[in-house]
């Protein structure tokens, strides 16, 4: 044997011999890990993992390995040995948990790309302080006072734009609709406007680098992502001078808020108002898209939702108020079914990343100290035993009771039964619990409302929305839109 064949045959056994040696100490000091599969050296599992599928369903590799080693089990992700959950009970004790037993711990490259800054990376008192700002800008007063109508107007744009007869791209326009809305929200940006109209063009990179691999080389997306960053960051940061030297001293916009009631620095400002670009405007133009696709198979729900809508505009039309109103919204209790549903079935976030600060014992299983722990909401969603019938669009299984799923049925006699409304978390929970939540519903409930009201609409070609794992339409959910009957509302 030659001294190359020696060494091409040795070095694979000292790393086959330390990997046994690293699982026989680990089980020996956690003799109660789940059972599971630690997959390839280094990979583990991943790949199998991140492969895409039908967003509404859990997967080929979630439904094996639940089937195989129950919904508690072990494997290593993204690197790192990892506890993935498919249990209710786990996961809310995972989020209820934050800062005690486990900590957020998204991958490094989401803390590279969103900044060191982003509320998504921090934890502790940085995170908290963050949080506040977050909560503060997105309150209750603000949403009834401020944003309702700037969601409406931003609502009208998009809307009003669409022709008769003609087929839009329905994930772009509800992309433009969030960012517009966004962009007017943090930097007092005006849609249509050339500079506007540049940081989306980057925004667009931008985010293609954020779902990306991680690889920083000269031509990858990833790469691409984080020269926009840049750019993206030189922007904000002139917008930010700009208001320094005018003194405006103007509060309707973030930027404003934060200069005016903040001690961030300037970096932590910049990953802040990218951090919430991020998280506001991602999220909320999927989940209307999901809304849009899922409707359109469901008539039944689109009719009750004209009715609901057009009783509104009615007793409107009697108080001469032509804008919207919170006491509107308040109104739209179907609407609230179907948006709970669309999340539900639709799973915009489909799983967070945490680890164990603390070794934790649950349900007799082990969960080591520095693990990587992923609570998949999506598991829990679309689980048989909690959700009837789960990969079913059926908006009545909310009924009666908002925020939590009707267990006797609803108005279509067909209804789904359900356990219990606490397994529902497609905003999270604990001390992470989205600030935007009731943001993004405000946004769902407007966006409904005029789209119901002005136009029917059918899949101009064939298209689903995949879990990559984040969620996407591959075609861009193509639609031929006809205005209807109430179309004069627009
Ligand atoms: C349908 C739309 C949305 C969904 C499904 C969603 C989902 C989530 C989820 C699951 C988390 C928790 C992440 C974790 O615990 O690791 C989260 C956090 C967050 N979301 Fe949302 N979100 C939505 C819309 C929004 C909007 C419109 C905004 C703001 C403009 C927003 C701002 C945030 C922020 C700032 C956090 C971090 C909270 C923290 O760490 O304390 N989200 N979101």
């Known amino acids: 044997m030659s001294d190359l064949e020696f060494f091409l045959f040795l070095v694979p056994l000292i790393f086959a011999v330390l990997i046994v040696l690293n699982l026989f100490k680990r089980k020996q000091k956690f003799p109660n890990l789940p059972p599971g599969n630690m997959g390839w050296p280094f990979l583990g599992e991943t790949i199998g993992y991140l492969k895409p599928y039908s967003a509404t369903t859990i997967g080929d590799f979630m439904q094996h390995h639940i089937s195989r080693y129950g919904k508690i089990y072990k494997s290593n992700l993204f690197g790192e040995p990892t506890i993935v959950s498919a249990d209710a009970g786990l996961n809310r004790y995972i989020l209820q948990n934050e800062g005690r037993l486990f900590e957020c711990s998204y991958p490094r490259s989401i803390g590279g790309i969103l900044g060191k800054w982003s509320m998504l990376v921090q934890v502790g008192q940085m995170h908290r302080d963050m949080r506040m700002i977050s909560l503060n800008f997105l309150s209750n007063a603000r949403l009834r006072n401020q944003l309702l109508r700037e969601v409406e107007k931003h609502t009208l744009l998009v809307l009003g734009s669409w022709k008769e007869d003609s087929v839009v791209c329905a994930q772009d326009e509800a992309k433009k609709f969030t960012f517009n809305f966004m962009a007017e929200h943090i930097m007092s940006l005006e849609p249509g406007k050339t500079e506007t109209e540049q940081l989306k063009k980057e925004y667009i990179t931008f985010m293609k680098g954020v779902v990306s691999a991680p690889l920083n080389f000269p031509g990858t997306a990833?790469?691409?992502?984080?020269?926009?960053?840049?750019?993206?960051?030189?922007?904000?940061?002139?917008?930010?001078?700009?208001?320094?030297?005018?003194?405006?001293?103007?509060?309707?916009?973030?930027?404003?808020?934060?200069?005016?009631?903040?001690?961030?620095?300037?970096?932590?400002?910049?990953?802040?108002?990218?951090?919430?670009?991020?998280?506001?405007?991602?999220?909320?133009?999927?989940?209307?898209?999901?809304?849009?696709?899922?409707?359109?198979?469901?008539?039944?729900?689109?009719?009750?939702?004209?009715?609901?809508?057009?009783?509104?505009?009615?007793?409107?039309?009697?108080?001469?108020?032509?804008?919207?109103?919170?006491?509107?919204?308040?109104?739209?209790?179907?609407?609230?079914?179907?948006?709970?549903?669309?999340?539900?079935?639709?799973?915009?976030?489909?799983?967070?990343?945490?680890?164990?600060?603390?070794?934790?014992?649950?349900?007799?299983?082990?969960?080591?100290?520095?693990?990587?722990?992923?609570?998949?909401?999506?598991?829990?969603?679309?689980?048989?035993?909690?959700?009837?019938?789960?990969?079913?669009?059926?908006?009545?299984?909310?009924?009666?009771?908002?925020?939590?799923?009707?267990?006797?049925?609803?108005?279509t006699g067909t209804s789904s039964t359900t356990k219990s409304s606490n397994n529902f978390m497609p905003f999270g929970g604990g001390p992470r619990l989205c600030t935007g939540s009731e943001l993004a519903k405000l946004e769902m409930a407007i966006f409904i409302h005029y789209l119901v009201l002005n136009f029917h609409w059918q899949l101009a070609a064939s298209d689903q929305a995949f879990a990559f794992p984040y969620v996407d339409f591959p075609n861009g959910l193509p639609i031929r839109i006809q205005t209807n009957d109430h179309s004069s509302l627009l």
């Open 222 to 411: 990833y790469r691409r992502a984080l020269q926009s960053r840049s750019t993206i960051l030189k922007f904000i940061e002139r917008k930010m001078e700009e208001r320094l030297t005018e003194m405006k001293g103007d509060e309707s916009d973030l930027l404003g808020w934060v200069l005016k009631n903040s001690n961030l620095s300037k970096e932590q400002i910049l990953d802040l108002l990218l951090s919430l670009l991020f998280a506001g405007h991602e999220t909320s133009s999927v989940a209307i898209a999901l809304a849009i696709y899922f409707l359109e198979s469901c008539p039944a729900a689109v009719q009750q939702l004209t009715e609901e809508h057009l009783e509104i505009t009615r007793a409107k039309k009697e108080s001469r108020v032509t804008e919207l109103t919170w006491d509107d919204y308040k109104k739209m209790e179907f609407t609230q079914c179907v948006i709970s549903e669309t999340l539900r079935l639709g799973n915009v976030v489909r799983f967070l990343h945490r680890k164990a600060v603390k070794d934790v014992r649950y349900k007799g299983y082990d969960i080591p100290c520095g693990w990587k722990v992923l609570p998949v909401i999506s598991a829990v969603h679309l689980d048989p035993s909690l959700f009837g019938r789960p990969q079913h669009f059926d908006p009545w299984r909310w009924q009666n009771q908002q925020g939590s799923p009707s267990a006797n049925g609803g108005s």
